[in-house]
Structures are given as structure tokens and as C-alpha cells.
């Protein structure tokens, strides 16, 4: 069956620094990998929807210059958090699909600023 | 952009009863409407989605349904049991721009036994 893993699961940086987090697809060939964001109290927003052969799209309040996001191959991805602030705290989620399909989503990485 | 509402933030039923989450959404060019459940310090499950060229899907319990005219959607749950509650998030996205979805507030269901 499709599984998305994403590493790491929980993860503590201090205020001002950088911290990458992963997604893996195993089992299908994510042709698409969008990055959410849950803060605290609040639903999923998204980041940026990267889809093979078109360029990352990012949604307003986010940019690439804040979380640069990697999609090398159907099945890796990988999105900084650059100067990480405590508004930057959350559940960051990835979300791979193919062909637009289904959206399966990973643990996710918990994000904590000190 | 698209916005996504849910009217409901909690529901509470007793165990066995119906619970029926009720969503809108606002731009016309939504096409595929998935729900997923959240447990307590989990992430999301996909727990079934309806596209616009239906209007009623059923998988065992869970029923979905869908007014393109209204622009609403609805996730009913028959025979609910404690396991049920749960976050739920219904959201709205389009195919033709891949996976992108934007979410709903989400709906914290309690089953009581």
C-alpha cells in the first residue's frame, strides 16, 4: 500500500536557526508533494505544492526564500524552515499524490522553537 | 482563493447514533472533496473523498455527500463507536493543479459510549 514517512518526527531548534525535514513516498511514485502546516489550535495550511516538471508553488505568506523545498525524485522531498521563529512552531505535514489522486499524508515533523 | 468552512468545531453523540459533519466550500473549479481524521497527536488518515461527477459515495459506515449547486458537502457516520472520535477535516481541491487542497477548521467528534 502507499506510506509517506517523514523524518524527523519531532524536532526542537532555537530561535534563529534552520532546521530540514524529509518526506519519503514508498509504494507509488509521488508526482506530486504538497507541505501543510499545522499551528497550535489551527488547521492545515499549505506551504507549497511541488509537482514534477513545474516549478514549486508556493501560497501566499510562504516563500522559497523561508522554506526552500527539494523534490529531486518521485519519491523524496525535503523543506527547510530558515530562521526558524517561534511562529514557525507547528506539525509540518507532507501530503504526496499521483496523478492528483489521493493524498496520503506522513507522521509529520513537530516543530519546536525555543 | 478557495475557502473551506465547517460549521461544526465539536459534535458529540452517543455511541451507536448518527453524526453528520456539514462542510462549504467557494470556488466552483473544486472538483475532489476528501475527508481525513486526526487522533490525538497523529497525523492525518484519509478516511474517503467524493469527486464532482457523483453525488453520494458510501464505504461501510461513511457516507458522502455532495451539492455542487449549494456548494456543501456532508460526511455522515452511521453507527457511530467510540473509536469514531476524532478531528475531522473535510477539504476542496481541484485536479487540474494536482494535489492541493485547502482544509476546513476541522470538527471534534465524541462518541459516548
Known amino acids: 500500500g502507499a506510506l509517506v514517512y517523514q523524518y524527523p518526527r519531532r524536532t526542537i531548534c532555537k530561535s534563529g536557526t534552520s532546521m530540514r525535514m524529509e518526506c519519503q513516498a514508498v509504494?507509488?511514485?509521488?508526482?506530486?508533494v504538497a507541505w501543510y502546516r499545522q499551528s497550535p489550535q489551527k488547521t492545515f495550511e499549505l506551504i507549497a505544492l511541488s509537482t514534477v516538471n513545474s516549478a514549486i508553488k508556493y501560497e501566499q505568506n510562504f516563500t522559497q526564500e523561508k522554506f526552500p523545498i527539494s523534490h529531486p525524485n518521485l519519491s523524496f522531498s525535503s523543506m527547510t524552515v530558515l530562521n526558524a521563529y517561534l511562529e514557525d512552531r507547528g506539525l509540518y505535514l507532507c501530503g504526496a499524490s499521483w496523478g492528483g489522486d489521493t493524498q496520503y499524508f506522513g507522521p509529520g515533523t513537530r516543530l519546536l522553537v525555543l | 482563493g478557495e475557502k473551506v468552512e465547517q460549521h461544526e468545531s465539536t459534535l458529540s453523540v452517543r455511541e451507536g447514533d448518527s453524526a453528520v459533519i456539514n462542510c462549504t466550500y467557494t470556488d466552483t473549479a473544486s472538483s475532489y472533496f476528501p475527508w481525513y481524521k486526526q487522533e490525538a497527536g497523529k497525523s492525518l488518515h484519509f478516511v474517503i473523498d467524493?469527486?464532482?461527477?457523483?453525488d453520494r459515495k458510501q464505504s461501510q459506515r461513511l457516507i458522502v455527500l455532495l451539492d455542487k449547486k449549494a456548494k456543501r458537502f456532508s460526511l455522515h457516520i452511521t453507527a457511530t463507536q467510540p473509536e469514531d472520535s476524532a478531528i475531522y477535516f473535510c477539504a476542496a481541491g481541484d485536479n487540474n493543479a494536482g494535489a492541493k487542497l485547502t482544509f476546513g477548521g476541522g470538527t471534534r467528534l465524541t462518541v459516548r459510549p
Open positions: 467524493i469527486r464532482s461527477n457523483v
Open positions: 509504494g507509488f511514485q509521488a508526482t506530486s
